[in-house]
């Protein structure tokens, strides 16, 4: 009897309007556009504006560009998985605001947080859900309103980060396609070097915690690189070979887009070429959770049937993971 595996059957993607260049950078923060784009490969990103504008907005958006794709009536899935450290609020779940908003009505929902490697935990869940036979169809989201989280008077972050969100249809299939394997990994200790201070039920929010802008994204951006390098290059690699995969096997590296350098390091190390790593850094800089799906999203079209995929992200925590998919269908 065949394996049944999760193939991804779809792909929807959304991004605001608003585009903060560096050039408007520069206006409210002491940096350069050179600066930026040396040390990151940034150019601009997408912000998301206006009042009671939270992450589901975008989430929401991905989801009904990919039924509308898909043609899959919204009443058929079964469960929505949304990956984010930017949740609309505490609860409920971004998921279950957006499996309103769109109609989902006979589908469970639930948000994962993970940082930057949300979306791998949230695809890993939900191909879980698939290959064991429990549901057909589940929409997997990654998303984030960073701009939400950022001091727009602290350059280390401010630059890095934009808004949006990408989504992928799961469903089962029994060919040789779909997620073939994954390696997800965590390492608490890494808490004081990437984290959000006050907000959670350690230190609640407070006239103090705001007065010392402590609900931002705090980041030690040296000892975060060194680990990325090391962690998110080493899985990536470690999928390669534990699937006997040869660097021209390999179609697509679809690496989390946090820092250029970091997605130059990682394709090194897995002797993957330039030419096929994915990148949309210089449009969008890191929308953490939002960064791999936003990738299959700008390179659907290029993606053909048996395509061999490989997936690596790094994100606080720390967490990071790598998985090898192979694509289930032809996208032209």
Known sequence: MSKTRAAITGVGGFVPDYVLSNKELETMVDTTDEWI???????????????????????????RDLLAKTKVDPKEIDCIIFATVTPDMVFPASANLVADEVGATNAFSFDVSAACSGFLYALSAGAGFISSGMYKKVIVIGGDKMSSILDYTDRTTCIIFGDGAGCVLLEPTTEEVGILDAELKSDGSGAPYLHMKAGGS????????????????????????KFAVTNMAEVAGEIVERN????????????????????????????????????????????TAGTLPLLLWDYEKKLKK???????????GFTWGAMLVRWAYNSN
């Open 306 to 316: 048996g395509d061999n995929l490989v997936l690596a992200a790094f994100g606080g």
């Open 202 to 225: 350690r230190m609640p929010a407070s006239h103090e915690t705001v007065d010392k802008r402590l609900h931002y994204v705090y980041q030690e951006g040296s000892t975060v690189f």
């Open 37 to 63: 784009t040396s040390r990151t490969g940034i150019k601009e990103r997408r912000i998301l504006k206006g009042e009671n504008q939270g992450v589901s907005v975008m989430g929401a958006a991905a989801v």
């Open 244 to 287: 006997h995969l040869k660097p021209e096997d390999i179609a697509w590296l679809v690496p989390h887009q946090a820092n250029k350098r970091i997605i130059d390091a990682t394709a090194q190390r897995a002797g993957i070429t330039e030419d096929k790593v994915m990148m949309n850094i210089a449009r969008y800089g890191n929308t």
